[in-house]
């Protein structure tokens, strides 16, 4: 059987009734490799095992990790805080662990060992990379020169809080995308990707 191309919709009339089957993987695949192919020029590196290290509090920068990871055929990790985060009084404690600059707890099941890049996708909160991810870039420091990250938030601009980690670190980061919430509610944390990197 001959393989569809991306742009392929196939129909089959089935029943009197016509039947639109959307080839959604090869259509997917041709999206993504389309995000491969423009983010070199937005400074993203997809050369080399690559791991994708995500904190996430609401499941937000988990969406658009999971799309990186996938996009640049990468490993998948979550940064997981020791002390509860979830409901109003662990977003307090969150809050006031990143504001306070504290390096919580944290567990990460992979190291970094073995990768040619990491890209960090974090939310921020107050102004600031939220306090596990922070934690994870300190502990990084002895096993990679450099760390691609992807910030989150509710606000447009992410300038400030990218500025304020780099002086924050002894890790060289390498701020590279901003996700509006908006936007990723809007379009789909695919979609989004495709357009940042565009």
């Known amino acids: 059987m001959k393989e569809a191309s991306p742009f ?21 695949s041709y999206i993504f490799w389309e995000v491969i192919s423009n983010s070199t020029d937005r400074g993203v590196s997809v050369v080399g095992k690559t791991l994708v290290v995500y904190y996430s509090r609401t499941g937000t920068s988990r969406q ?7 996009a640049f055929g990468a490993e998948l990790e979550e940064i997981q805080p020791v002390a509860n985060m979830n409901g109003v009084l662990g977003a307090v404690r969150g809050i006031l662990d990143t504001v306070g600059g504290k390096e919580p707890l944290i567990v990460v099941g992979k190291k970094t060992d073995g990768y040619d890049r990491a890209v960090l996708v974090a939310p921020i909160w107050a102004g600031r990379v939220a306090a596990p991810a922070y934690t994870w870039l300190c502990r990084q ?20 809080t990218h500025d304020l980690l780099r002086r924050m670190t002894a890790l060289k980061v390498k701020p590279v995308l901003h996700v509006w919430n908006a936007r990723l509610r809007k379009d789909g944390a695919e979609r989004v990707i495709t357009k940042l990197l565009d």
């Open 8 to 28: 392929f919709v196939h129909k089959k009339r089935i029943s009197g009734q016509v039947f639109t089957i959307k080839i959604n993987l090869i259509l997917k």
């Open 141 to 160: 420091s002895g096993s990679l020169k450099e760390v691609e990250v992807v910030t989150v938030s509710a606000s447009e601009e992410a300038d400030k």
């Open 64 to 70: 658009v990790a999971s799309a990186l990871a996938e």
